[in-house]
């Protein structure tokens, strides 16, 4: 039972009132004191007759106002509403005391690092994570808040851990542990990349490899000369022709898109070119084609390589002229624009093999950009999936899906022949398939079970010698862990000595398969 008490503030008002509850033989669970002039008591369910007679006595204490009944106390509301903010927070927050033992955990926490199948609550977060010794930087009691990348499974995550300081009644701040939050991606403060435009910054990669492209890009999106970008099927290359131009001088002026191999010779030159009255039959209308509509902008030639070479002559004649003739027309039309190819394959491959002009080849291959697979950058996966999976549950109007373990590990080891593209495809259709708002890797659909890698792969990036090594250790470990869940088969396997293997599962804090890690 909770009671609510409605009272002007007086020197010993709550004194007055636990003598009543003393007199009744009431147990006190708790009583709340609001500076706004109400008192709150939770006790026992009383019975009727013993709460007739209570009311009134506490009414006639001076100065109190109103005596109810209520459903909950402040602090119990507070709690809830606490509880319930934290569950629906699609990233991992999580609040650790002095020596990182984790006393709250929201459900993106408990999903993303234990994998929802066993409890992180009370335990160390450094069995959780590896890359950044959080316990050993809380016992420098920090007074700074700091951002750090580490490694959750085998997803690279950000921690912003801030040092949680509280003040006593003296004013002295003692140090009471972190709150500690989690984002699989960089986007604001340390995180975010700078010295971009901001049409690049939308481009998600932190992989080294996307930094340099993109920096590149950059530079080449303020010039006037052809670009040529190449690189696999769905690895965004219009997405990155439009950056360039969004970036550039052009901005303002159109850009447009033709895909070369999607249409006949005959159709495609009157969609570069135009055409003139009548010149394609008796009532045919007059037509500008792409490069007219561009006009001060931009255009993107897609699989250029599958281009003519009638086309391709024409072609070659505009960029070295800046003009050229309608279908059917006579008069030559003037039209600056600037000219982005985008190819799959090697263009010069095709000029070897005679399949493409060499002359409009070194024409169209001034500047040039290579995309990187995304089985390349790996790292970038992580931030992809978590991207797409808040798109997709934005586009359908769900709550937000979070992703199981097993599923970011699959998603890491698959080899992605339709690159980011494919990604997304997968994790949409996946997430509106989805009942629940867990994605689990038994809800991916990826075809080719031959695509997903048996081999260890290790992306040396930025690192040095030393660190590539222990992270190969410990991904073969973790790998082979669940197939040989012994540290004496282990060992036996790779051929080392039950002491070395022992030493180094704890080196890498990785646990027995099934049971929670042990406490460092």
């Known amino acids: 039972m909770r009671l609510e008490i409605s009272c002007d503030d007086r020197l010993g008002i709550a004194q007055d009132v636990l003598e009543i509850l003393r007199d009744h033989e009431i147990d006190l669970r708790g009583i709340e004191v609001d500076p706004k002039g109400k008192i709150f008591l939770n006790f026992p369910e009383l019975e009727f007759a013993d709460f ?26 507070e709690h809830y509403e606490f509880s319930l903010l934290l569950s629906r927070l699609p990233d991992p ?31 160390s977060i450094n069995d959780w994570v590896s890359g950044f010794n959080v316990v050993r930087w809380l016992e420098r009691q920090p007074k700074e808040q700091t951002v750090v990348q580490v490694n959750i499974g085998s997803a690279m995550y950000f921690l912003d851990l801030i040092p949680l300081w509280v003040t006593d009644e003296n004013q002295r701040a003692n140090f009471a542990g972190a709150v500690v939050t989690g984002k699989p991606q960089p986007l604001t403060g340390q995180w975010q990349r700078s010295g971009q435009p901001e049409v690049f910054a939308k481009i998600l990669g932190d992989h080294p490899l996307m930094k340099r492209l993109l920096k590149d890009a ?4 303020e010039l006037h000369v052809p670009l040529l970008i190449q690189g696999e099927t769905g690895v965004g290359k219009e997405l990155l022709a439009r950056a360039c131009h969004q970036a550039g001088p052009r901005s303002s002026a159109p850009f447009l898109a033709i ?7 005959n159709v495609a030159e009157s969609e ?30 897609d699989a250029v390589s599958e281009m003519s070479n009638s086309l391709q002559a024409k072609l070659l004649r505009f960029i070295q002229e800046g003009r050229f003739r309608r279908i059917g027309e006579e008069a030559e039309v003037t039209v600056d624009v600037r000219i982005i190819c985008s190819v799959q ?42 991207h797409f999976t808040l798109q997709a549950c934005q586009h359908l109007g769900r709550n937000l899906v979070l992703l199981s373990r097993d599923c970011r590990e699959l998603l890491q080891r698959y080899q992605w022949p339709g690159n980011v593209r494919q990604l997304e495809n997968v994790l949409f259709r996946a997430i509106s398939m989805l009942e629940g708002d867990r994605l689990d890797a038994r809800d991916l659909q990826l075809p080719g079970g031959k695509g997903v890698s048996e081999s260890v792969a290790i992306e040396f990036d930025d690192e040095d010698l030393d660190s590539a090594v222990k992270k190969f250790e410990s991904t073969i470990l973790r790998r082979l862990y669940p197939s040989y869940p012994s540290t004496r088969q282990l060992a036996k ?23 929670k890690p042990s406490r460092s």
């Open 272 to 301: 570069l070119f135009g055409h003139g009255k009548g010149s394609l039959g008796p009532y045919t209308e007059a037509k500008k084609g792409i490069f007219e509509q561009a006009h001060g902008g931009t255009v993107l030639l």
């Open 259 to 265: 895909n070369c191999a999607a249409l006949p010779d």
């Open 218 to 221: 950059a530079r080449m999106a």
């Open 345 to 386: 394959d090697d263009l010069l491959t095709r000029v070897e093999q005679g399949r493409f002009r060499e002359d409009l080849y070194y024409r169209l291959n001034v500047l040039s950009l290579s995309i990187p697979p995304l089985r390349e950058r790996r790292s970038d996966i992580a931030i992809l999936a978590e």
């Open 493 to 515: 396997k790779l051929g080392l000595s039950h002491t070395a293997v022992a030493n180094k599962l704890r080196e890498y804090g990785i646990s027995k398969p099934g049971k």
């Open 93 to 123: 927050v999580l609040s650790v005391d002095g020596k990182g033992i984790i006393t709250v955990c929201n459900d993106a926490a408990e999903h993303i690092f234990g994998d929802g199948s066993q409890t992180i609550h009370n335990s």
């Open 52 to 77: 007739q007679h209570l009311m009134p006595e506490i009414r006639r204490i001076a100065n109190v106002k109103d005596v109810k009944t209520v459903a909950y106390m402040p602090s119990e509301r």
